[in-house]
């Protein structure tokens, strides 16, 4: 047994192999034993340490990952380097050949090695083998001297924390240490995280954080928490609040589900240092995005019914604890992130309400008590949002307002509310009360919609209180109440009707799409025996021609014997002969004049006569300008002179001479669009000229490279072939002769397209396959790809007999590629030209060019090109807010919301968008060319004589007749939905030619979506207007509304200054102090200024004090 002496022979950075696995030589050095870690006596690596060693996780190997350094310590000097280390450089190559076998397979064993790949490193000699495993015992001894140092005390008495790995935490974790090492274990962890870089933080991540989770998981599922086990828990959160201080952390604490349910398990009164934390976590989770406060009100809400009590009930009691005024800041904080963050007002209303219900409203005067500057801002957000939500609320309510305070007819409603009122008031069910009427001011102020809203809520009220039982309802129950609404089905909107609906027209669409491609095959079916029918009768004509024919041809029979009476002799001098020409060639005279007759006008004067007559007066006339007709009855367009200059419309003008008589531009009329008032906003919005500026990007592409491998050298196939035959013969598994018989069968139910593409594909050539058939005896002896190659040689027309095989699998994923694109073309153009809304808006958009366009080159045109309608948005309005096609948009919502009904006729412009003809047109001549080859495969096909061999007998009887009639259904309709698109182009006046399907179709679909875009926009824009107006009319009004309290206030107090009776003033002081006028004051609905009804406040205090003077 030889000695390397170490790790020689190994350059810096060199991969050592192992394997399917290269270890780095730097990181697998023989330099890294420090003492404590590894036991050495007498030569002999002690077993205690191997097991020790290999027992790491196998991850520790795998990744190689270099120690991160603290700062302070990211140069270590030689002199830091312990004794052992030395140690190991002088005994590493020492170990006997037995204990390089022992930790050859353990490490084998620790890098997770299957079978297959452990044997060829067990081939290796035995000097690779040491140099492999000293340099794993050198790379595991890093992870291992925090395990050892452990066992004198844990990782908290090593002597820098922060230079412990990741791995060596994940492993303390793992290994179930006692509480108390693991609470020093968690404080050693938080200051990692808290000092190392965000890569630590990474490293620990992957698996550290799952163990954190599940040791406070343990925790928090003691019934029976000792002190060691709550300090652990508040290290915990510790650990986790350092660990998603970063954004890697935050995005992996909410990508966990059970995080958040922890962290909410952990909010425990009776923890006040660890539940300060634990809020102040759960609030900046909730501030962080939207989506975080469904999971956080989830996660709590989960917790509480752990334990059956209001999921708000805990966050409350944390602000029942004044001897720590942190953990009411940071409760207060809480509650402010969960009730500011949503959007909408009914769910920030309900959530502040259900706080005041757990009794945030009895808590919320101690607080503002307390002289504290943080908890005072939080106190101040909590009552600004408040008064916010409040003022928004106020805005629904002005219907409300205006209806029972200004008709004063209500009074039994009055009555009533105010006798509950006096039943509740001062009592736990007024804060309910509250939030059942704050709950109805929410509902929709809608005519036809409010009225069954309080149908529904008077009937489930019905069926609470009222029970023919006399016992009162389970209010522990928080299923579905069984209330009967088949009264209101006629009245309500049902969504469940509504999704039954839309399954029905989605079902009628498609029953509709089926029925058109069948009326669509069965005319195209009609075409061609109407076809068959022409060529028939034709066939028929020529038949009967070539009868007569032959009837004048054939000769008269011969004369009967002895009886026959011959032909007469002709005449005599034969036939009559031609006159003669006349002399010299020339013409004929004119035959005589008729008798009586005029005489014939003299002939024209020869050349050089005498000129024709001057004009009247000598002088020459100009010629008149020749205005050319329009065709087809056109009228001229009429010409608009406008008082400003307009923003031009550049559309393609069409000339007259292209429009056909049937064309939709001979019958527009949009004069009918011409008015004042319209010609008036034109002005307005378009008055001036300005430019859109485009912006361009540019993308970049990226490529990958592939590798390749080496294979055997072969006799008859080249390397790649048979590596490419190999692998398809490795993920099929299929002997050789059962793919073979499966070929020859035909059989669909083993057959698959992957089977058949991936033959065709890696299967040799035919010259290839005959060398490998004269092999046929030297079978054994040949390489696998090789061997079934000779199998595949005997079958006849291979190659022929795949690509036929290949079609009929691949046939109904044709077809099913081509007739949806056939049909969706076709009804598209039959859309088109039955829209009527569609028509409209080319008349309206035609109007609206001409009369912008008065004065320029493209003025009075009697059409546009159809691709123009995509570039209605290019002209932008003078103050650059909107464009003409938010002015067409609003323009028809306005006046002419029958146009609006265009993008629903114009369904199917989308999918036809998508349709390429010239893909089209290649795929079904690709499916005629298979199809003629399969015809003639089948008619050349040599008989053969093995009863296995089936393909003439499927492909020919089952598969090419019904094949060639699809074709045919296809080509018919295809050729149907080409004539629809030329007519279509004659309609529109556009080159079919030259404007491609897609392109045409694609136009018309972008400008269906964006019109459809610009009605959502206006509708936006007008709502944000309304907004912005309701909110600048709210805040004057609040303005008002506060001017006129502190008025009536101070009316108030000196009314009451003026009274004669004694203590009156006492009363009204007491009532201002307690805030019990305010209250109600801010309780009520304020009524409009115009209203001489006495308030409710001064009423309560007349009556205070009446009640007081009688008592008197």
């Given at each position: 047994?030889g ?7 190994a ?7 192992t ?9 697998l050095?023989?330099?890294?034993i420090?003492?404590?870690a ?29 120690l ?20 190991a450089?002088?005994?590493?190559m ?10 050859f397979e ?42 050892s ?7 908290k ?21 006692s ?37 406070l ?22 650990c ?28 425990d ?15 900046a ?23 059956n ?25 809480l ?11 009914d769910?920030?209303i ?13 808590i919320l ?8 500057e943080?908890?005072d801002?939080q ?14 609320l ?5 219907d409300?307002?205006?209806f029972?305070?200004?008709?004063n007819?209500?009074?039994?409603v ?8 006096n ?26 919609v ?6 529904i ?15 009162d309802p ?7 109440m ?16 509504v999704?039954?609906?839309e ?15 069948a009326?669509?095959?069965?005319q ?46 002709p005449?005599?001098g034969?036939?009559?002969p ?15 004049p ?20 001057p ?29 400003v200059?307009?923003k ?22 949009e004069?009918?669009f ?17 430019k ?12 990958a ?7 055997k ?12 035959l ?13 793919i073979?018989?499966?070929i ?15 033959l ?5 050539e035919?010259k ?16 696998e ?76 045109s ?6 123009f309608?995509?570039k ?14 938010h ?27 998508k ?15 298979q ?15 093995d ?7 499927k ?7 019904s ?6 259904k ?14 279509l ?13 897609e392109?045409?179709?694609g ?12 009605l ?44 004669d ?38 009423e309560?205090?007349?009556k ?9």
């Open positions: 047994m000695s390397t002496g170490g790790c020689e022979g350059q810096p950075g060199q991969l050592i192999p394997g399917q696995r290269d270890i780095p030589h730097h990181v050095s023989c330099s890294a420090k003492p404590g590894v036991g050495w006596g007498g030569g002999v690596f002690s077993k205690v340490a191997r097991d020790r060693i290999t027992s790491l996780r196998r991850s520790a190997v795998k990744k190689e990952k270099p991160i350094q603290h700062p302070i310590d990211s140069q270590p000097s030689i002199s830091e380097i312990p004794l052992a280390q030395a140690l450089d002088e005994r590493c020492n170990l006997s050949e037995k204990e390089v076998m022992d930790l353990k490490m084998m064993e620790d890098m997770n090695l299957n079978e297959e790949r452990k044997a060829p490193l067990r081939d290796k000699d035995l000097t690779t083998k040491r140099e492999m495993v000293v340099q794993y015992i050198s790379a595991t001894a890093k992870s291992v001297i925090p395990v140092m452990n066992k004198m005390g844990g990782l008495n090593s002597k820098h924390e922060c230079t412990l790995s990741s791995q060596e935490y994940i492993h303390e974790l793992r290994s179930g240490i509480e108390d090492k693991l609470l020093n274990c968690l404080e050693s962890l938080r200051v990692s995280l808290t000092s190392n870089p965000v890569s630590w933080v990474n490293n620990f991540g992957h698996e550290g954080l799952g163990l954190l989770l599940d040791e998981e343990k925790l928090l599922d003691k019934k029976q928490p000792e002190s060691i086990d709550k300090k652990n828990q508040h290290k915990l959160i510790q986790l609040k350092a660990f998603m201080n970063n954004k890697y952390g935050l995005q992996r604490i909410l990508g966990d589900e059970r995080s958040l349910l922890l962290l909410s398990r952990a909010i009164p009776k923890q006040p240092h660890m539940m300060t934390e634990t809020v102040k976590i759960l609030s989770i909730c501030i962080v995005g939207e989506d975080n406060l469904d999971k956080i009100l989830g996660a709590i809400t989960t917790a509480a019914e752990r334990h009590r209001e999921r708000f009930s805990h966050i409350v009691e944390g602000l029942e604890n004044h001897e720590f005024l942190q953990l009411q800041v940071a409760c207060m904080q509650i402010n992130a969960l009730v500011t963050s949503p959007d909408e007002l769910f920030r309900h959530l502040r309400n259900e706080f005041l219900r757990c009794g945030l409203k009895k005067p101690d607080l503002k008590d307390k002289e504290n943080e908890l801002i106190l101040k957000v909590f009552d600004e949002n408040k008064e916010e939500d409040l003022i928004e106020s805005h629904r309510l002005n409300i307002r205006s029972y305070f200004l008709n007819v209500c009074t039994d009055n009555e009533v509310f105010h006798l509950l009122y039943m509740l008031k001062d009592t736990s069910s007024e804060n309910y009360f509250l939030s059942i009427l704050q709950h109805f001011l929410l509902i929709r102020n809608d005519y036809y409010r009225p069954q809203y309080y149908k809520i008077e009937e489930c009220v019905s069926q609470i209180v009222l029970h023919c039982s006399g016992m389970d209010f522990k129950c928080r299923g579905r069984d209330v009967d609404f088949t009264h209101l089905i006629d009245a309500c909107v049902d969504k469940a009707k999704e039954e609906s399954k029905k027209a989605a079902e009628f669409s498609r029953k509709f799409d089926e029925e058109f491609t009326r669509q095959e069965a195209a079916e009609l075409q061609k025996r109407e076809e068959k029918i022409k060529e028939l009768e034709t066939e028929i004509k020529r038949l009967q021609t070539q009868v007569i024919k032959l009837n004048h041809t054939i000769p008269p029979p011969p004369p009967l014997p002895g009886g026959a009476i011959p032909p007469p002799p005449l005599p034969g036939a009559i031609p006159p003669p020409p006349l002399p010299g060639g020339a013409a004929p005279p004119p035959p005589p008729l008798p009586g007759g005029a005489p014939p006008p003299p002939p024209l004067p020869p050349f050089g006569g005498p000129p024709m007559p004009p009247l007066g000598g002088v020459p006339f100009a010629p008149f300008p020749v205005v050319p007709a329009l065709p087809h009855g056109m009228k001229e367009k009429k010409k608009y002179n406008l008082e200059a307009m031009r419309i550049n559309w393609s003008k069409i000339e007259p001479q292209e429009i056909a008589e049937n064309s939709f531009w001979v019958k527009a009329e004069d009918k011409e008015d004042p008032e319209l010609f008036a906003k034109l002005a307005v919005t378009f008055g001036t000229q300005m859109a500026k485009k912006t361009v990007e540019d993308s970049e592409e990226k490529k490279a592939q590798s390749k491998k080496r294979i050298e072969l006799r008859v196939l080249d390397g790649k072939s048979a590596q490419n190999s692998i398809f013969l490795g993920s099929f598994r299929l002997p050789y002769e059962e073979k018989n499966i020859l069968e035909v059989d669909e139910e083993k057959l698959s397209e992957s089977l058949i593409q991936n065709v594909k890696n299967l040799p035919q290839e396959l005959n060398a490998l058939a004269e092999l046929k005896d030297e079978y054994n002896d040949l390489a790809p090789e061997q079934f190659g000779v199998v595949m040689s005997s079958v006849k027309m291979l190659r022929s007999r795949l690509n036929g095989i290949l079609f009929k699998l691949m046939f109904e994923e044709h077809v099913n590629n081509i007739k949806p694109d056939i049909m969706a073309v076709t009804l598209a153009c039959e859309e088109m030209k039955k829209s009527e809304s569609f028509s409209k808006l080319l008349e309206l958009v035609l109007f609206l060019g001409n009369y912008m366009n008065s004065g320029s080159r493209n003025a009075q009697l059409g546009f090109n159809i691709s309608l995509c209605i948005r290019d002209t932008k309005s003078a103050d650059q807010k909107t464009t003409l096609l002015f067409l948009a609003e323009i028809c919502e306005e006046n002419y919301r029958d146009i609006l009904k265009f993008p629903d006729e114009l369904h199917h412009v989308e999918s036809a968008s349709v390429s003809a010239q893909t089209l047109k290649s795929n079904l001549d690709s499916m005629n060319h199809i003629q080859r399969l015809e003639n495969d089948i008619e050349n096909f040599p008989k053969t004589q009863e296995h061999d089936k393909f003439v007998e492909m020919s009887i089952s598969f090419l007749h094949a060639r009639e699809q074709y045919e296809l080509s018919n309709m295809h050729n149907n939905m080409t004539k629809l698109y030329e007519n182009g004659e309609y529109f006046t556009f080159d079919p030619k030259a404007i491609s399907i392109e045409f179709f136009d018309l679909s972008n400008f269906r979506t964006l019109f459809l875009d610009a959502k926009e206006n509708n936006k824009r007008r709502e944000l207007e309304e907004k912005t107006k309701r909110a600048k009319l709210a805040k004057e009004k609040a303005e008002r509304e506060k001017l006129e309290r502190q008025k009536k206030k101070q009316q108030l107090i000196d009314m009451n200054k003026e009274g009776e004694t203590g009156v003033m006492d009363s009204l002081l007491e009532a201002l102090q307690s805030g019990a006028a305010f209250r109600d004051r801010r309780k009520r609905t304020p009524r409009p200024q115009d209203t001489t009804r006495v308030p409710i406040v001064v309560m205090a007349f205070t004090l009446l009640h007081k003077v009688y008592l008197s």
